[in-house]
C-alpha cells in the first residue's frame, strides 16, 4: 500500500507562487505514474499534470508555460512548481499515483493524498 501526504498549500497573490510537495510512502517500488488533480468548489476535479518514473510529462492547457511538475524518487516526493498564479488556480491540490504508465490520466489511481489548500487571491 502507498501513503501520499501533500504540502506547500497556502494563500499567494495574484501572480505569485508556491511549490507543492507529495511524499509517498509505503510499497513506492510499484508506482509508475504519478500527478496532480485540483478540484474548486463546485467545479469538476481537473487533472493539472502527471510525470511518469522516466521523467515523461503532461500538463492540463490551463497551466501550461506556468506550472513544472518534476519528482526526486531518491527522496520518494513529487513537485509541483507553480508560477504566475491566477484566481482561477484556486483549488484543493491532490497528489495520485498509480502503478501503470498513463494510468493517472485514465483516472486509475493505487493512492491518493489528503489535498492541500491553494488559494489565489488579494
Known amino acids: 500500500q502507498v501513503r501520499l501526504v501533500e504540502s506547500g498549500g497556502g494563500l499567494v497573490q495574484p501572480g505569485g507562487s508556491l511549490r507543492l510537495s507529495c511524499a509517498a510512502s509505503?510499497?513506492?517500488?510499484?508506482?509508475?505514474?504519478m500527478g496532480w488533480y485540483r478540484q474548486a468548489p463546485g467545479k469538476q476535479r481537473e487533472l493539472v499534470a502527471t510525470?511518469?518514473?522516466?521523467?515523461?510529462?503532461n500538463y492540463a492547457d490551463s497551466v501550461k508555460g506556468r506550472f513544472t511538475i518534476s519528482r526526486d524518487n531518491a527522496k520518494n516526493t513529487m513537485y509541483l512548481q507553480m508560477y504566475s498564479l491566477k484566481p482561477e488556480d484556486t483549488a484543493v491540490y491532490s497528489c495520485?499515483?498509480?502503478?501503470?504508465?498513463?494510468?493517472?490520466?485514465?483516472?486509475?489511481?493505487?493512492?491518493w493524498g489528503q489535498g492541500t489548500q491553494v488559494t489565489v487571491s488579494s
Open positions: 509505503g510499497r513506492i517500488f510499484s508506482i509508475n505514474d
Open positions: 510525470i511518469t518514473n522516466g521523467g515523461t510529462t
Open positions: 495520485a499515483a498509480a502503478k501503470g504508465v498513463g494510468y493517472i490520466a485514465s483516472g486509475i489511481f493505487d493512492a
